[in-house]
């Protein structure tokens, strides 16, 4: 199953490109990897959402905005549901893996409590066939965009060598 | 639907207050919300309540737990189920726990109303 998905060239298109509830907030994704990198930037707020499901992993959604309980941060939690919503919707309906996301973490410290997340999440999966994804975008309140990043780690509980 | 009482039930503000505008101006009172099950729960045993708009994704206890919860204590209730997930197997499990209707995140305060209107109006509600 880990390698048909990583075989679909479509996976860049599992995130919406682009979210808008409200005159004045939009989730806009530019570009996609299919690999992640370490996160370096100070002051961003991290919101982590487990998958669960026939996938297991995480999702975590970086903003360059650090006020803490701010409608920025609120707002983008809730775009950031939505976007990775629609991911393992679209996720079931291409490539029949069920798999769903759990109520997020939130974290507004700085590049430190990131990297430790990072690396938390990389070695947790190690032995395992995963799947890494990292979409870049923006989230733009007011029409002034804000950077984001949204890294996405998940397996199938599947060793490597034996998916 | 003029004066029927709602339940907004969703751990994020900003969801809950999308939905409060979306139904500003529609004659729906909106009654309480609450951001979380257990909250949600207390609410219906000491209000009376016509509609809950209940989402799937919250800490401990699930939208769709919470919706075989209030479906049990009335079933007056209309419960719509709200989630970014869309999957089949997640509006069939709503539908089994007692929801009336599903909708996908994000709608529109059209499809919102919509909703909202089906499920009051459609007398599967037992009075």
Redesign the interface.
């Known amino acids: 199953m880990i390698e048909s998905i990583h075989a679909v060239s479509e996976l860049n298109e599992l995130l919406p490109q682009s ?4 005159k004045k907030f939009r989730l806009e994704i530019e570009s996609f990897e299919n690999c992640i990198s370490e996160i370096s930037h100070e002051n961003k707020f991290l919101v982590k959402f487990p998958i669960e499901g026939e996938l297991k992993g995480v999702a975590l959604c970086y903003l360059d905005h650090s006020e803490q309980e701010s ?1 920025i941060t ?2 983008f ?2 775009y950031a ?6 991911f ?2 679209r996720m ?2 291409s490539r029949h893996i ?1 798999a ?4 997020p973490f939130f974290s507004y410290s700085g590049a430190r409590n990131y990297k430790y997340e990072f690396l938390n999440e990389i070695n947790r999966f190690k032995g395992f066939n995963c799947i890494k994804l990292q979409y870049h975008g923006k989230y733009l309140v007011d029409s002034k965009g804000h950077k984001i990043i949204i890294q996405i780690f998940c397996h199938n509980n599947h060793q490597i060598g034996h998916a | 639907m003029d004066g029927k009482r709602i339940l907004i039930v969703d ?5 809950r207050k ?1 939905i409060v ?1 979306y139904l500003e101006g529609s004659g729906l009172k909106i009654a309480a919300e609450a951001s979380n099950a257990n909250e949600a729960i207390r609410i219906c045993s000491e209000k009376s309540i016509d509609l809950a708009i209940v989402d799937v ?4 206890i699930s939208g769709i737990e919470l919706t075989e919860t209030l479906s049990k204590m009335s079933s007056k209730l209309g419960i719509i189920v709200i ?8 509006v069939m499990r709503a539908i089994s726990a007692g929801a009336h209707d599903f909708l ?3 709608f529109t305060k059209e499809l919102l109303l919509e909703s909202i209107n089906k499920v009051l109006t459609s007398g599967e509600l037992v009075e």
């Open positions: 979210i808008q509830m409200t409608e609120q707002s939690t809730e549901n939505i976007a990775l919503g629609h393992l919707t079931d309906q069920m769903e996301i759990a109520a | 751990d994020s503000d900003f969801s999308t505008d994704v919250m800490p401990e989630s970014s997930l869309g999957q089949e197997n997640i996908q995140k994000p």
